[in-house]
C-alpha cells in the first residue's frame, strides 16, 4: 500500500491509499479517484515538498532566550550586625550547626551540583553533603525542587 497526497483541479487537497503507483495511475486514468470535496476526477499527485517544509518549520521552535543577566547588577552590601547576648548565643549555635555539618557530612567541592542532582533523582544514595554552589546552579537546584540550605558563613571567617 501506497498513500498519496493528491490535489483535485480546484486545489483541493486530500490523501488516498493504493495498492501501488500503478494503480494510482490505472484509477486516475479510469476516473475513479475522486476528489473528496467537490467530486472532482481531475486529480494529480500533490507536489508533497512544500509542506513537508512548513511542517519541519513548525516542529523546530527556538527556544526563547533568556534575558541575560545584568552585568551592572549593584554589588550587595555585606551584612553587619552589633548583637545583643542573645544573639550572641544564637551565633555560637550557628558556628555549631557549621562545625556539626563539616564534621558530619561529605565535603564535595564544586561538585555539589552534580551529587545533589544525583541523589535528587536516585543515581546515588542520599547522604549529608555540603561544596560549593554557584548561585545560577542553586537557582537550578531549587527549580528543579533540589532541597538545598546555604551553608552558614560567619562573619569573622570571611577573611
Ligand atoms: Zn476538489
Known amino acids: 500500500m ?36 467537490c467530486d472532482s476526477a481531475k486529480v494529480e499527485k500533490a507536489i508533497m515538498a512544500p509542506r513537508l517544509a512548513a511542517t519541519k518549520k513548525r516542529k523546530t521552535q527556538v527556544p526563547a532566550q533568556p534575558a541575560p543577566a545584568s552585568a551592572d547588577a549593584p554589588v550587595p552590601a555585606a551584612p553587619v550586625a552589633m548583637m545583643s547576648p542573645q544573639e550572641q548565643e544564637l551565633r555560637t549555635k550557628l558556628k555549631e550547626l557549621r562545625e556539626h555539618l563539616t564534621k558530619n557530612a561529605d565535603n564535595v567541592g564544586k561538585k555539589f551540583t552534580e551529587e545533589a ?22 537557582k537550578e537546584l531549587s527549580e528543579e525542587g533540589i532541597e538545598f540550605h546555604p551553608l552558614p558563613i560567619l562573619p569573622d571567617e570571611r577573611n
Open 117 to 138: 542532582r544525583k541523589m535528587h533523582y536516585g543515581e546515588i544514595e542520599h547522604r549529608s553533603i555540603y561544596g560549593e554552589a554557584t548561585p545560577e546552579d542553586a
Open 2 to 37: 501506497i498513500k498519496y497526497a493528491l490535489v483535485c483541479d480546484k486545489g483541493h487537497e486530500f490523501e488516498s491509499w493504493f495498492a501501488d503507483s500503478a494503480a494510482f495511475d490505472k484509477q486516475a486514468k479510469r476516473k475513479l479517484v475522486t476528489c473528496p470535496v
